[in-house]
Nanobody, 114 residues
Framework: QVQLVESGGGLVQPGGSLRLSCAASGSNFRFVAMAWYRQAPGKQRELVAAITSAGSSNYADSVKGRFSISRDNAKNTVYLQMNSLKPEDTAVYYC????????WGQGTQVTVSS
């Protein structure tokens, strides 16, 4: 059974940084694309960043140049390094993989506020 567990969220001041982690288990993720999404209150869930099995990545325009996605296949873990955080980055951040169907983690709250 595929399980995804996010961690690393918290409260940070504008301009600060956080690093999110998503540990995956229950399958071989080496050949699977992984992604981070976020959902702010009253808004739809949106793609933040994705990374292919080969390491190619893409980002939402709103986070380009500030966020960086990476993966460690030996640890079945995907990371999201978030720098220069803004209040509008406040959301619950979710990890997703697609293996026949979509699997989601439980989410981790990121709050950017002074």
């Amino acid at each position: 059974q595929v399980q995804l567990v996010e961690s690393g969220g918290g409260l940070v001041q504008p301009g600060g940084s956080l690093r999110l982690s998503c540990a995956a288990s229950g399958s071989n993720f080496r050949f699977v694309a992984m992604a981070w999404y976020r959902q702010a209150p009253g808004k739809q869930r949106e793609l933040v960043a994705a990374i292919t099995s080969a390491g190619s990545s893409n980002y939402a325009d709103s986070v380009k140049g500030r966020f960086s996605i990476s993966r460690d296949n030996a640890k079945n873990t995907v990371y999201l390094q978030m720098n220069s955080l803004k209040p509008e980055d406040t959301a619950v951040y979710y990890c997703k993989v697609s293996i026949i169907r979509d699997y989601w983690g439980q989410g981790t709250q990121v709050t950017v506020s002074s």
